[in-house]
């Protein structure tokens, strides 16, 4: 009970002393928006025949006609009422649009971070019982090979072998096939919300367009993954009590399995977090390849229209994401390992 | 078996189950799947109401099917698909329209069974509103009706509940035209009032978001960015003779990657596109399993922009050589495949054959006359400039700037090559900051005076070269309001004469908007805001 | 350890490790073909020829010919030049600047210390890619811009890394021993701090490398990357991408194989020199 108050404590602490931070990015993301030559007034009022008044009222209705610390001034105080100011791209309040985006993306990344674990947890342990053997390197090999295509190559490859060469993947066009009716939205994850609804088949529909998407992006992330499985078994198999447990006459498979993956499995989460964060900020590119309504494509569209709003609410909310999962990541740390908690 | 082999039995299992779901058959598509016609395109639809500031050409053709104007064009037979007929109207919204022999007045009747979207009937008072809105809301839309000398509610009069005027002070050629275009719409008026504000009064907010019109296709799901899903209105009138449109259902789905709007037509699971890439066209062509209709856009131009307040820009000397140094056929074929009408390449010297516009101009690739040209302007050695476009266009013009580069240089101007994002370049053009720039305008209007007073003359972001010529201020105003066509085609004439002249801006092509669809789908309609009409479709 | 005991330490981890050593030989060779390679291609990079655009491979054209007729492979391999020059101005300012910040914060502590924490907690709280994105829209997608824009966002784990490693060594005998032999702060740090924590850092620049790379490739893929004419992988593979469908594999295939395999080896050579620094981990 007290290892949780402190645990509780020390999140808080965290907590607080990451709001800086935040502020910073805040800030910074706001000046450098400001400092995008483009005039998001002018680039909006771009009908056939618009004129200068046009752009003038525009810009005052926008509230660029002031000036920037003022328009700084706004813009915390928005963000302290809650609001994140309403984006010119898609004509809706930032908030609304980030809230609706966000459990896209995160389904997405949790899927491919689901995959890319299955995949290079077994290959790093795998490559750290065979130290430097012919697997080790096959492993080290091929996890590196997926950090050298980029992206959106490997993502264009897959949709053109799975879906239109050999028509086995549904079509690369967002989060559930435009024919299947989507599930009442819950949770947000369509796949979730069609179990939750009964609907197994609207299950499997957005299931498989999660797939090649998430292959994608787990290709990406399988070296660190796979790298740190490696490197924190291979600490752990060289430990005493593991010596001890094969002195013991303890199988082979329930010492990995049982005892020292189990203990590697920490410094794995740590990386597994941070995957997490980088990869929800990070994977703009699949989510245009893929017509993935996720928040990164939202925010790359409004950069390119110098739409100021979704491009500060959208760096807020990774930011604050990013906080969060180390914060989560930590307290995960403090209730398994009891040295953090005292500390 | 050892641990190793059951963690990479794991993975392996992991994958193997990915596999089988991959290859799960989909399920079968809803039975109406012949009805309904799905879109696939680049852009986003960002508003229901076309008039708001921000509007994109997406929501342009969008309120198209979902709201209906009093009037609209009627559509011509052209190649394997139709183009709009701008000469040629019929009612939409009203029953008929008569014009006074003056000119100087338009009656409109409505049509007594015409309903909106929620089933109250339409009236009088709702198109007086709806004018009014056009003409007054800080929006799109008064810019616009100012063109055909429509500007203010004052000359919207309501008759009786099925009668509606509107009064000119001219006899403007452009004012009934603009009843056909994008922001005439018109409005359930009842509706729209329930949700105005004091900062407000003409519902711009609430319409952005929801619909209150009265046209052939009712809006069911709109999420920006995504898709939006319509269905048909049974109890539409607005259809030539009546008609209902064939397709009951119309997906449009936002899909950001050209290659995968490619690969979902060529699979079938989409039916229509009309922003494939350049590149991919003649290759579907090719295979001919795929249906493409190809209209040169003959509402639109591309040109090289000269901004003739910069120097050198502002000698018409440069301008002529670097319009005589231009590799025009190679950039016709390297950057848009051939897929367009030339404006370049005309045989005639001073005076044009007719007074169209835009039409090819008697330009060729000359690198001696070129060269000359500039000597004589007193840049022998050449000079360091710029050439900028937008991000959005890369795709074709990346290649056009490259050879552009390659051939200035080869009479001693060295370029440098400015790729911007949309917004930054819509500023600097706004501003006149931009030296020499490419873009492809495009008019809703085909008259040529409406060509020049929009591109050629005055103060607006639109006329890219910043020119500033009197004689062609002077002779677009004249034209405008010229009633005799003989007359009013010296005058285009003319125009034409000065601008090839003068050449604030060289002329390239008329690029083709290629709609790339179903084998099945018939009926495509290149209509003058580019966009597809959803009404004119139907599945063979 | 002298150069010559160090060398040998190499050449006994390369042989116990081929990967590393296969990679060392592709990098010596793929560097070798951008720096030679230009002068040796028949064709110029950037001059078009319209009349034989979009060509197969063939004997003219080794790895067939663009939209604009220019030969694939004398714009691989110009733009290997361009992508390396990249890569390691970007890796190389992040690297100097991230070691001398962090090098001070690390000897100073104190207040300068806490401030340049809190703005690194800002750059790392960022989404790299959008923030780089940012940067180069905002600056203009100049070559330069997007080296600085890839610097900056490496920049967070330098500083970090470079104020770990002083700080842990600030207090070691021998830098005691400097300062009181009369070494100014700046020496200690320059002279004695930052070359023992070079070689640690030599794994992270081998991988940064191939990130850059790939960095300048996913901006080329937004249309914000080096502007045309000029040869660029990560512009060509991305123009390249989207030629797939119909068929003309050789626009993506060639300057995709020169970007990977540069990767490849980038990362490759980051987990040899991770091998060779730290023996423990092969164990």
Known sequence: ?343 | MSGVARILGGGAAVSLSLAILLSAAPHAAAQTRAETLRQVTGNTVNTLDPTVPGSTREAFGMSMNVYDRLVTFERKANGKGFIFDFDHMRPELAKSFDISPDGLTITFHLRPDATWHDGTPVTAEDVKWSLDRAVTAKSLGPPQMLTGSLTSASQFTIIDPMTVQVKLDKPDRLALPNLATVYAIMVNSKVAKAHVTEDDPWALQWLKEHEAGSGAYVVDVFKPGEQIVLHRNEAWKGGKDGTLPFFKRIIAQTVPEAATRANLLARGDADIAIDLQSSDVPEIEKSGKLKVVSTPQFNAFTVVAFNTRIPPYDNVKVRRAIAAALPYEDMFKAAIFGRGAKLYGADWTTTPPDGKFPQPMPEHTDLVAAKKLLTEAGFAEGFDTTFSYSVSTAQINDPLAALLKESLGKIGIRVEIQKLPDAQMSTLVTEKKVAMFTDTPISWMTSTDYFFRNFFTGDQRWNYSSWDNQDVVATAQTARFEPDPVKYEALAKKLVAITADQVPEAFLWQPSQDAVMGPTVDGYTYWFHRQVDYRDLKRQ | MSAAAAAGHALHVLRGNRVSALAAILGLVLVLAAVIGPLLTRYDPVTSDVAHALQPPSAAHWAGTDQLGRDVLARVVAAGRLDYAIAAAAVFLSFIVGAVIGGACGFRGGAVDRWVGRVVDVLMAFPLFVLAMAMVAALGNRVENIVYATAIINLPFYIRFARAEVAVRRQAGWVEAASASGNGPGRIVLRFLLPNVLPAMAVQISLNLGWAILNAAGLSFIGLGVRPPTPEWGIMVAEGARFITVGHWWLVAFPGLALMLSVLCFNLLGDGLRDMLDPRMRT
């Open chain 1, 1 to 343: 009970m007290r290892k949780l108050a402190g645990i509780a404590r020390l999140a808080g602490q965290r907590l607080l002393s990451s709001l800086p931070a935040l502020l910073g990015v805040v800030v910074f993301t706001f000046v450098l928006m400001r400092v995008l030559p483009g005039d998001p007034a002018v680039f909006f009022a771009s009908g056939p025949s618009a004129g200068q008044q046009e752009i003038q009222d525009l810009r005052h209705q926008m509230g660029l006609d002031r000036s920037i610390p003022v328009q700084l001034a706004f813009y915390l105080r928005d963000i302290g009422t809650g609001s994140f100011g309403r984006s010119m791209t898609t004509g809706q309040p930032v908030l609304k649009d980030l809230r609706e985006r966000l459990p896209a993306s995160l389904e997405l990344t949790f899927t491919a971070l689901f995959i890319a674990l299955g995949l290079a947890i077994p290959m790093g342990v795998a490559a750290a019982l065979n130290p430097g053997t012919a697997i080790d390197h096959a492993v080290r090999f091929l996890c590196t090979l997926g950090v050298c295509v980029p992206t959106f190559v490997s993502g264009l490859l897959l949709i053109y072998v799975f879906y239109y060469l050999a028509g086995i993947a549904p079509d690369p066009t967002g989060r559930i096939d435009v024919f299947t009716a989507p599930p009442p939205s819950l949770t947000g994850f369509l796949v979730i919300d069609s179990l939750l609804a009964g609907d197994a088949e609207a299950a499997a529909a957005a299931l498989r367009q999660l797939v090649l998407p998430a292959a994608t992006m787990a290709l990406f992330v399988l070296a660190p993954l796979a790298r740190m499985t490696r490197a924190s078994m291979l600490a752990v198999l060289g430990s005493d009590f593991i010596r001890t447990g094969r002195a013991m006459g303890l199988s082979r498979s329930r010492i990995i399995v049982v005892y020292a993956l189990r203990n590697a499995a920490l410094p794995v989460l740590t990386i597994a977090g941070i995957v997490f964060s980088t990869m929800l900020g990070a994977n703009v590119l699949v989510e245009k390849v893929f017509s993935w309504p996720g928040v990164a494509a939202y925010a790359l569209d409004a950069l390119l229209a110098s739409d100021y709003a979704p491009v500060q609410g959208f760096v807020l909310l990774m930011a604050s994401i990013f906080v969060l999962v180390n914060l989560l990541v930590d307290v995960l740390y403090g209730l398994a390992d009891p040295r953090v908690a005292a500390a």
